[in-house]
């Protein structure tokens, strides 16, 4: 546990008494994603205010099983009827034995931080008419506005992509390391509508409670803070996400916003130190880790800049079009249907992902049996790897699936490339950024990953050029 100042200087008072609560306003139904943002509860004749949205990586475009209510992979925050924000009010020192009844006051938002056996201290929330409060985290009460469960680790489940090597075991674990009530954000309700960032969420009571191992202290104006568990980390972009997109330094957010330097590992109970010069405010290309999935945060502003299913759907047709042919069978490739991401297609693109060549299935080529290659190439390995009949280069040989999901991509450029070793197509742009970012794994570990699918990136740039072969006729 980590403290700051001595709590025996606090004396408990003999009694708590609490303030009444102020009268808050109903939250609102949990807003649902872009493609259903109003829900019924806004005027007809006024345009909706949208925060921004958030995206969680590793799933192209929906759920494994279907988007369904607040469980989906991608929510759009739009501004509430009425304002359901909270910010600090009132601050209570009491007899660790008394926080049950402190906190069984169900309409006033509170966080409690045990000091220890005989000493807690209470920071009870009031009402803020100026922000709106989204909630995250694993629990399906009704209070967390989007319910989060932890993403298959490199398995490649959408789009059939690849395993990764030892990227955490292809399907979701057996207990989850999400917490139930991961974070909030709060959005102010006026222009810039500036978004930030809080680790922890309300239960079902309002309350937020640290116990006794929890990491916590004491400010320096005498306010009290601390970390979850599992921590919550924000990478902010270093530049702008779309125009130069280039990753930042991983930092972790505290239960009231501050930001600090990574823990050793993941739970450890020492924080990190305190960056003053950073702040919890998101923008355009933060991402948010919850320890067993990591969101995206896009700006409106950002969004425009992508392409939208319409478009994505264009550019597929525009692919197909070209009638790009396998360069052994002659036969013409066609990139199945947006809605098409588990079924590999007869008439479906391969690719050897070390070389970019682009064929057609075929069940030859198994290079199982050669010895180590020569000069230039890559000697194969037990997994069945392939050799390309090109160029001779040897590695895997997966389909090629089109990124669906809109919002991870950085522009709207042609669907040149594709991430290795899943085979997921975007375009350059989109590839080449996210091949820089190193995504959090585990307690300590951080790899680049496809943000389709989750795959962990191999080979030197983690991409490859497509190189598709045009009708000889």
Same mark, same amino acid.
């Given at each position: 546990?980590?403290?700051?100042?001595?709590?025996?200087?606090?004396?408990?008072?003999?009694?708590?008494e609490l303030?009444?609560?102020?009268?808050?306003?109903?939250?609102?139904?949990?807003l649902?994603?872009?493609?259903?943002? +109003?829900?019924?509860?806004?005027?007809?004749?006024?345009?909706p205010?949208?925060?921004?949205?958030?995206?969680?990586?590793? +799933?192209? #475009?929906?759920?494994? %099983?279907?988007?369904?209510?607040? $469980?989906?992979?991608?929510?759009?925050?739009?501004?509430?009827?009425?304002?359901?924000?909270?910010?600090?009010?009132?601050?209570?020192?009491?007899?660790t034995?008394?926080?049950?009844?402190?906190?069984?006051?169900?309409?006033?938002?509170?966080?409690?931080? @045990?000091?220890s $056996?005989?000493?807690?201290?209470?920071?009870?929330?009031?009402?803020?008419t100026? @922000?709106?409060?989204?909630?995250?985290?694993?629990s399906?009460?009704?209070?967390?506005d989007?319910?989060?469960?932890?993403?298959?680790?490199?398995?490649?489940?959408?789009g059939?992509?690849?395993?990764?090597e030892?990227?955490?075991?292809?399907?979701?674990?057996?207990?989850?390391?999400?917490?139930?009530?991961?974070c909030?954000?709060?959005?102010?309700?006026?222009?810039?509508?500036?978004?930030?960032?809080?680790?922890?969420?309300?239960?079902?009571?309002?309350?937020i409670?640290?116990?006794e191992?929890?990491?916590? =202290? $004491?400010?320096?104006?005498?306010?009290?803070?601390?970390?979850?568990?599992?921590?919550?980390?924000?990478?902010?972009?270093?530049?702008?996400?779309?125009?130069?997109?280039?990753?930042?330094? =991983?930092?972790?957010?505290?239960?009231?916003g %501050?930001?600090?330097a !990574?823990r050793? @590992?993941r739970?450890?109970?020492?924080?990190?130190?305190?960056?003053?010069?950073?702040? %919890?405010? !998101?923008?355009d290309?933060?991402?948010?880790? !919850?320890c067993?999935?990591?969101?995206? =945060?896009?700006?409106?502003?950002?969004?425009?800049?992508?392409?939208?299913?319409?478009?994505?759907?264009?550019?597929?047709?525009?692919?197909?079009?070209?009638?790009?042919?396998?360069?052994?069978?002659?036969?013409?490739?066609?990139f &199945?249907?947006?809605?098409?991401?588990?079924?590999?297609?007869?008439?479906?693109?391969?690719?050897?992902?070390?070389?970019?060549?682009? +064929?057609?299935?075929?069940?030859? #080529?198994?290079?199982?049996?050669?010895?180590?290659?020569?000069?230039?190439g890559?000697?194969p390995?037990?997994?069945?790897?392939?050799?390309?009949?090109?160029?001779?280069r040897?590695?895997?040989?997966?389909?090629?699936?089109?990124?669906?999901?809109?919002? !991870?991509?950085?522009?709207?450029?042609?669907?040149?490339?594709?991430?290795c070793?899943?085979?997921?197509?975007?375009?350059?742009?989109?590839?080449?950024? =996210?091949?820089?970012? &190193?995504?959090?794994?585990?307690?300590?570990?951080?790899?680049?990953?496809?943000?389709?699918?989750g @795959?962990?990136l191999?080979?030197?740039?983690g991409?490859?050029?497509?190189?598709?072969?045009?009708?000889?006729?």
């Amino acid at each position: 546990m980590v403290l700051e100042g001595s709590s025996e200087a606090l004396c408990p008072p003999p009694s708590l008494e609490l303030r009444p609560s102020c009268n808050k306003s109903q939250p609102s139904p949990p807003l649902g994603s872009s493609s259903q943002p +109003h829900d019924g509860v806004f005027p007809e004749d006024k345009e909706p205010v949208k925060y921004g949205e958030l995206i969680v990586l590793g +799933h192209n #475009g929906s759920l494994a %099983n279907g988007d369904k209510g607040r $469980r989906r992979s991608r929510l759009a925050l739009y501004k509430r009827p009425k304002a359901n924000g909270v910010k600090p009010d009132v601050i209570h020192n009491v007899s660790t034995p008394l926080v049950s009844k402190a906190l069984s006051n169900k309409s006033q938002h509170s966080i409690s931080y @045990t000091l220890s $056996r005989s000493h807690s201290v209470i920071v009870e929330y009031t009402h803020d008419t100026n @922000t709106d409060m989204f909630q995250i985290g694993r629990s399906t009460e009704s209070m967390i506005d989007f319910v989060v469960t932890d993403t298959a680790g490199s398995g490649g489940s959408q789009g059939g992509g690849a395993a990764g090597e030892g990227g955490g075991g292809g399907g979701q674990s057996a207990q989850s390391t999400i917490s139930r009530y991961a974070c909030r954000i709060m959005c102010e309700r006026s222009a810039p509508y500036t978004a930030r960032i809080y680790a922890a969420g309300f239960d079902s009571s309002k309350n937020i409670f640290l116990g006794e191992r929890a990491a916590k =202290w $004491r400010t320096s104006d005498g306010l009290m803070d601390g970390l979850t568990t599992n921590g919550v980390l924000v990478m902010h972009p270093a530049g702008e996400f779309v125009s130069e997109p280039a990753p930042g330094v =991983w930092r972790e957010i505290s239960v009231c916003g %501050n930001v600090f330097a !990574l823990r050793e @590992t993941r739970s450890a109970q020492q924080r990190g130190k305190l960056v003053e010069n950073e702040s %919890n405010t !998101l923008q355009d290309g933060s991402l948010i880790d !919850l320890c067993g999935a990591t969101l995206l =945060w896009r700006t409106p502003a950002g969004l425009r800049h992508t392409p939208t299913l319409k478009q994505l759907e264009s550019l597929r047709q525009e692919l197909n079009a070209a009638r790009p042919q396998c360069p052994v069978g002659f036969n013409t490739l066609a990139f &199945p249907s947006l809605a098409q991401r588990e079924i590999v297609d007869k008439k479906q693109p391969w690719v050897y992902v070390n070389c970019g060549h682009v +064929h057609g299935y075929h069940n030859w #080529g198994y290079r199982k049996d050669k010895g180590p290659a020569g000069p230039g190439g890559t000697a194969p390995a037990s997994t069945g790897e392939r050799e390309c009949p090109m160029c001779r280069r040897v590695g895997p040989y997966v389909p090629l699936w089109l990124g669906c999901e809109g919002g !991870l991509y950085l522009d709207a450029g042609p669907p040149t490339h594709a991430f290795c070793p899943c085979g997921h197509v975007c375009s350059e742009k989109t590839v080449v950024g =996210w091949s820089q970012i &190193p995504l959090p794994h585990g307690t300590h570990a951080f790899h680049a990953a496809c943000p389709f699918c989750g @795959t962990w990136l191999t080979g030197e740039q983690g991409h490859i050029k497509l190189i598709f072969q045009g009708p000889v006729d």
